[in-house]
């Protein structure tokens, strides 16, 4: 099992009372002194930034485990996942992560097409996982109390993506433009494709994809639609060129 900044060891005593062997990330030197003092049983404490660590060198059928600081939080899923169409190396070995955070961010994670916590980040869990919130956590249940509501979430790796999309950079491409302006209609985000109007909309047509949706309406199946459609278009023109 591997932790995510263990912090003061709470959530790790738990775990150690479980038997399981634990590898524990931690960044903060105090913190790895303290934890180190503490002589838990099958638990070793690596020192060092998460966002840096080789996940792919603490074993197989891993499960990933943490109380993860809420302002980093995307980047520990982006780093453990990996981005669309370009997934972690150790993707593989990873079998289950459960992560307590910020109660906001898991409604982004388990969100649905049409509702105002749907964005990239939900879109990325989509391609990578199967999430689901498993529940929400009092902030009276942690030391220092914080300030916000918090909640458990679970996160399942797929064998593979969902999608079929032959372009993943692209993909997130046009997902990072549908969501820069999330208010405008998708389709008025897509200058980055330098294409004219009506083969935007052919290509929507296309796709089976209302030309009049804004991002947060579109699921990762009507993207990729929308991508494989812009891809071909563009290996169209470059052969005309």
């Known amino acids: ?31 790895v002194a303290n934890l ?4 838990f ?21 891993l499960k990933l485990v943490g109380n993860v600081p809420y302002q980093i939080t995307t980047p520990i899923i ?4 990996g981005e669309i169409g370009q997934p972690q190396p150790w ?4 079998e289950r992560v459960v992560l307590t955070v910020q109660y906001e961010v898991a409604q982004r994670f388990v969100a649905t097409p ?33 300030e916000v509501t918090s909640a458990i979430v679970e996160f399942v790796p797929l064998h593979k ?24 209609m998708f389709k008025n985000n897509l200058a980055f494709l330098k294409a004219d109007a009506d083969v935007i909309d052919e290509a929507f047509s296309r796709a089976k994809v209302n030309p009049q949706a804004r991002a947060e309406d579109l699921s990762l199946e009507q993207f990729a639609a929308l991508t494989n459609v812009f ?11």
């Open 1 to 31: 099992m591997l932790e995510i900044g263990p912090g003061l060891g709470f959530l790790t005593r738990f775990l150690m009372e479980k038997r399981a062997h634990i590898l524990a990330v931690e960044l903060d030197r105090e913190c």
């Open 36 to 39: 180190n003092d503490a002589k």
């Open 41 to 61: 049983g099958d638990v070793h404490i690596a020192h060092g930034d998460f966002l840096d660590f080789d996940i792919g060198t603490a074993g197989s059928a």
């Open 78 to 81: 982006a780093h453990i996942f």
């Open 91 to 94: 993707l593989s070995q990873v």
């Open 114 to 146: 049409g509702s105002e916590h749907y964005s990239q980040i939900t879109l990325l869990v989509n391609y990578f996982a199967k999430a689901r919130m498993l529940r929400k956590v009092h902030r009276d249940c942690f030391f220092p109390i914080p």
């Open 161 to 184: 993506p969902p999608v079929d999309c032959a372009d993943g950079k692209l993909l997130r491409q046009v997902i990072k433009a549908g969501f820069s302006k999330r208010r405008k």
């Open 231 to 241: 891809a071909e278009v563009d290996n169209r023109k470059h052969k005309n060129d």
